[in-house]
T-cell receptor, first 113, second 112 residues
Framework: DTEVTQTPKHLVMGMTNKKSLKCEQHMGHRAMYWYKQKAKKPPELMFVYSYEKLSINESVPSRFSPECPNSSLLNLHLHALQPEDSALYLC????????????FGSGTQLSVL | SQQGEEDPQALSIQEGENATMNCSYKTSINNLQWYRQNSGRGLVHLILIRSNEREKHSGRLRVTLDTSKKSSSLLITASRAADTASYFCATDGKGATNKLIFGTGTLLAVQP
């Protein structure tokens, strides 16, 4: 199984809502990532978990809260988002350390109204 | 910033032609990777070239790396309509842990 599965595929939420994005992989990878991608732009790194510990937070606003319950799962909790947070949110995993190739999920297209 | 810049930003060619995309980056790297993204989808890894390698092939793909110029190129030979996608280079800077930073991307359109 070489898949990274993200749910939901699409999400529309109001600025007062709380929602969560989910990501799952069963490749035994020990590093997992959240990227944010605006239209016609490259993916921007948000968070990195390495061996289930948060190792990188790219100064992301606290309205985004990541969680790694176990080595296969990665969540991104969303609260009080702004319309400018509308984007494609991509989860990825890699075997372990930096330099390994990333396996990406198909993403969650998020719209904040 | 470590981010790479790619040129051209957009490229339109006919099926059967070759497509060349270039990537320049700013800091020393451990390796450089190329990814492909179909519209609105996740990225797919194409090829990885290490900093001590100069050229690598994978099927119809050829990647070169010139660390003295901090640049890389991706050549797709005998292109097909299915190659239509955005292509991104990505680098991990020396000393940066688990941090893969993507370049600005090239949008390739292959006309049938």
């Amino acid at each position: 199984d070489t898949e990274v599965t993200q749910t939901p595929k699409h999400l529309v939420m109001g600025m007062t809502n709380k929602k969560s994005l989910k990501c799952e992989q069963h490749m035994g990878h020990r590093a997992m990532y959240w990227y944010k991608q605006k239209a016609k732009k490259p993916p921007e790194l948000m968070f990195v978990y390495s061996y289930e510990k948060l190792s990188i937070n790219e100064s992301v606003p606290s309205r985004f809260s990541p969680e790694c319950p176990n080595s296969s799962l990665l969540n991104l909790h969303l609260h009080a988002l702004q319309p400018e947070d509308s984007a494609l949110y991509l989860c990825a995993s890699s075997q372990d350390r930096v330099g390994r190739k990333l396996f990406f999920g198909s993403g969650t297209q998020l719209s904040v109204l | 910033s470590q981010q790479g810049e790619e040129d051209p930003q957009a490229l339109s060619i006919q099926e059967g032609e070759n497509a060349t995309m270039n990537c320049s980056y700013k800091t020393s790297i451990n390796n450089l990777q190329w990814y492909r993204q179909n519209s609105g989808r996740g990225l797919v890894h194409l090829i990885l070239i290490r900093s001590n390698e100069r050229e690598k092939h994978s099927g119809r793909l050829r990647v070169t790396l010139d660390t003295s110029k901090k640049s890389s190129s991706l050549l797709i030979t005998a292109s097909r309509a299915a190659d239509t996608a955005s292509y991104f280079c990505a680098t991990d800077g020396k000393g940066a842990t688990n941090k893969l930073i993507f370049g600005t991307g090239t949008l390739l359109a292959v006309q049938p």
